[in-house]
């Protein structure tokens, strides 16, 4: 029995093997903080190459940009997961979590970048200035989460879990943009990575399934091998060590370059809220308006020291809080670990070059569990609410609209200013309906608005 937040917690009840306070063996730890790189190295990587081209930097400059992000990514990694400073005033939530670049803030990027012709240096001067005012709002989380009820975070947490699905069927497929997507290479890849996690996740013991991630990719890797799959010309092209440099691009402070920013980070203040409730689910630990706050906190200040180091704003990623579940490891310390081995990553880029060339099937396979147990976390949360009328039209509505933007988010194109930004994503979206219907749909009001019967 452990004693975590304001609860105890019986780790065999929720199905872990280590608990946050955990500190598994060293192999064992770098192991696990491994498995947390390859399931987070695509989305780690993929927006600073996204950021070079449209910034048309050359191959040297992408090279650094990609070396940027995963120190950023190690250092805030560690933050987070480690939780630094009192409880009042703390930065980082102190559970297991992966921070990297995030794909919502592309489109400012661009804005700044290209039609405001800022370049580079104002790319990095709006994002530390957007995350100040993301550290600002982070002192109103608290109000914020006495309206995040069980019927709005349970919805948002199998959203998150559902709207990852599309991602992961595009890597299935060997990736969004590859002339042959969907090829049946690809596929049996995906199938024989997904039974391989599923079959040692439920039969193995000891660290075959406490790794089954790892193991299966790690095979997957393998197989792609000798069907031609893996191209490692990149590999010897790349460097072995590569030091980080100060403010490589430069910066610009011009305030005007921020407000395409904003509300890239009030998506973010609303998305990691629901990251961090969703932990809590998966390790067991009671959240309180403190560690929503610190969460948040980590954020912000994670995005005001990245573009010093040559790197954007960072996030809390939702994709490796499904491994929590599937390891049955919630030790803040291998997430303090995995900060520490991107570190070291982000100086040879050699190695990371050979992260990065896998093919994205290989992950694919791993990832439809990874989401899914993300999505049933959700509906446990769900499970615990009254499922009467206010709550059944909440819940339907938040996944309709929060699904339907995900599929199709040319919709929320031509919406005006910030609406396009915070109605973008089917994740922001579906949790602001969800929040909006629990504040105006009030409780004993089902006779009125009943649909369901």
Known sequence: MKIIGKKAVDRSKIGLQYDVYDKPGTI???????QNILTSFGGIVAVPLVIAGIAGLNVVETAFLISAGLLASGITTMIQSAGIGPKKFRVGVGLPTVMGTDFGFVPPANIVINTMGGGMPAYFGATVLGAIFEFILSFFVKPLMKVFTPVV???????MGMSMMPVAFD?????VGNP?????????????????????????KGMLSTAAVLIGIVVGYIVCIPMGLVDFSQVAEADWIQIPKLLPFGIDFDIKYVFPFLAGYLVTIIETVGVMETLGQVTGTDMTDDDYVAGVRADAVGS?????IGSGPVQSFSQNVGLIPLTKCASKHVGIVTGLLLVLMSLCPKFATIISIMPSSVLGGASILMFGTITVSGIKTLLQVELNNRNVLIISSALGIGLGVTFKPELAEQLPGILSSLFGSGISAGTIVALVLNIVLKEGSEEAISLID
Do not use: H
């Open 304 to 308: 005001m020291l990245s573009p010093f």
């Open 171 to 175: 890597w299935v497929a060997g990736g």
């Open 153 to 159: 975070t349970g919805t948002v947490i199998a959203l």
């Open 180 to 204: 042959n997507y969907g090829d049946i290479k690809y596929l049996a890849v995906a199938i024989f990575v997904f039974v391989l996690v599923l079959l040692l996740n439920l039969y193995g």
């Open 28 to 34: 064992t730890s770098i192991i696990l903080g491994f």
